[in-house]
């Protein structure tokens, strides 16, 4: 079956930096567009980031732009992304998700990201 497992959150100072990563199994890796969404208390998810399948393109939430950077590597089948200058709006959780071009999507269980002093 089609696991998506997302590591490396936690509490890190505002300022700070995190590295979060998904890995993915059970499916072709290379054929799914990967993003990354964030979901805070109270509001809706929301997506951070996306690289795409075909081209590795990205594009990011004017909120993390300049700050956050999505990368993948097809031969290890993880996606991640680099989280510079964490302010504490930045606190929620984290989630992997992987599309397809049948539309076919799946998400992981998230990670919790803190940015606190």
């Known amino acids: 079956q089609v696991q998506l497992v997302e590591s490396g959150g936690g509490l890190v100072q505002p300022g700070g930096s995190l590295r979060l990563s998904c890995a993915a199994s059970?499916?072709?890796?290379?054929?799914?567009?990967m993003s990354w969404y964030r979901q805070a208390p109270g509001k809706e998810r929301e997506l951070v980031a996306i690289i795409t399948s075909a081209d590795g393109s990205t594009n990011y939430a004017d909120s993390v732009k300049g700050r956050f950077s999505i990368s993948r590597d097809n031969a290890k089948n993880t996606v991640y992304l680099q989280m510079n200058s964490l302010k504490p709006e930045d606190t929620a959780v984290y989630y992997c998700?992987?599309?397809?071009?049948?539309?076919?999507?799946?998400w992981g269980q998230g990670t919790q990201v803190t940015v606190s002093s």
């Open positions: 998700n992987a599309v397809n071009r049948f539309a076919l999507e799946y």
């Open positions: 059970g499916l072709i890796f290379s054929r799914y567009t």
